[in-house]
């Protein structure tokens, strides 16, 4: 996959999302829920016994209505900065995984959370969607 940002300051909706079809979703510590697919994810909380308070541990993916997939982390502020990319590359990988052509990443918080996000998303994501070399002989 080869990489561009784009960056869109407009709060997105699930409508306005249909054309999306590799979408990660970085929440903060402060959210209560998730701001869009909402009932998606708790449905899919529910079947998996889990809380929304687990998002900080283990990253869930979902298959959303318009046929692509989307994953959800929630990124804790006294976690450092290796266990923040640690969480965000388990929540990409199964993204970069179906080899996309678009990666879509929202991140949600105050503007300070919001941008430290971005940056720890975008460089988890551009760094794993690399070919890494071969040189098995």
Known sequence: ?????????????????????HILFVLSETEL????????????????GADFQSLNKTP????????????????????TMFQKHTLLRKAVKPLLDENPEELAIFVFGDDATREAHACAAYYVATVNASQLPNHKG
């Open 60 to 79: 869930l993916n979902l298959d959303l209505p318009n046929g692509g997939t989307a994953s959800f982390v929630v990124l804790k502020s006294v976690l």
């Open 33 to 48: 829920i998730a701001p869009v697919f909402n009932d998606l994810l708790q449905n899919k909380l529910q079947r998996c």
């Open 1 to 21: 996959m080869s990489v561009k940002l784009s960056q869109f300051a407009a709060l997105s909706n699930e409508k306005t999302l249909t054309s999306q079809k």
